[in-house]
């Protein structure tokens, strides 16, 4: 477990633009580090290790060390090459929902890393994170299911769907070679907590750019 030391440390890791005092307060803390294996795991269950990487190669500190430094190069390019196919299945995936007639919002991932440190590969993501009218659940579902993602939930008649759509956040699909997804169609599982309708969501939209595709995403100020 992360000690709260640690934590200043990542944290101060991942904090992109420094201001001169950040960049002391992180050498400093870079040199009292005891323990960075504790350090490389809370970066990996975060995915940041690429700009964990970046920030220490920057900083250029010589008491990291160098088996540190070896293993964040080798763990930061896996961790970009996935980014980046990440990033391209949530254009195609939005692609699909788009042409089928539904909008649909990218969560997390890419577009986020893009909104915080200006790139698609500072912050990694685990799977795909998108968000859909509730109206337009159901058939973003079938969309999904027609491409060949199979719902984690397995078969739901209606009653149970009613039930999913309720208590839950967003369903789960698996596709064997494909990143998982995470179909959302309200922000939390609590109704009450954000709020937020997705018509004021998608009009309040940013657009990041991925190659030749759009990603719409949620708005820094949501």
């Given at each position: 477990m992360i000690n709260p030391d640690g934590f200043r440390l990542l944290c101060l890791l991942a904090r992109w633009p420094q201001s001169p005092a950040e960049r002391l307060a992180l050498q400093q803390a870079i040199d009292g580090c005891r323990d960075w294996d504790v350090i490389l795991r809370a970066a990996s269950r975060h995915h940041i290790i690429p700009l964990i990487y970046k920030t220490l190669t920057e900083a250029g500190s010589v008491t990291v060390p160098d088996r540190t430094m070896s293993a964040l190069r080798h763990k930061s390019r896996i961790g970009i090459g996935r980014?980046?196919?990440?990033?391209?299945?949530?254009?195609?995936?939005?692609?699909?929902?788009?042409?089928?007639?539904?909008?649909?919002?990218?969560?997390?991932?890419?577009?986020?890393?893009?909104?915080?440190?200006?790139?698609?590969i500072s912050r990694g993501a685990g799977d795909i994170d998108l968000l859909v009218d509730s109206e337009t659940l159901w058939n973003a579902d079938a969309v999904l299911r027609d491409i060949g993602y199979r719902r984690s939930a397995g078969d739901l008649p209606p009653q149970r769907r009613a039930a999913y759509a309720r208590w839950l956040?967003?369903?789960?699909?698996?596709?064997?070679?494909?990143?998982?997804?995470?179909?959302?169609?309200?922000?939390?599982?609590?109704?009450?907590?954000?709020?937020?309708?997705?018509?004021?969501?998608?009009?309040?939209?940013?657009?990041?750019?991925?190659?030749?595709?759009?990603?719409?995403?949620?708005?820094?100020?949501?």
């Open positions: 980014a980046l196919r990440i990033a391209a299945h949530t254009g195609t995936m939005i692609s699909a929902l788009d042409k089928a007639g539904i909008q649909s919002l990218a969560l997390k991932g890419a577009a986020l890393s893009c909104q915080l440190y200006g790139d698609l956040k967003d369903l789960h699909y698996a596709r064997d070679g494909w990143p998982m997804i995470e179909l959302h169609h309200r922000l939390t599982n609590n109704r009450h907590l954000l709020p937020r309708d997705f018509t004021t969501l998608w009009s309040r939209r940013e657009i990041i750019q991925v190659g030749p595709l759009d990603i719409p995403t949620l708005a820094r100020r949501d």
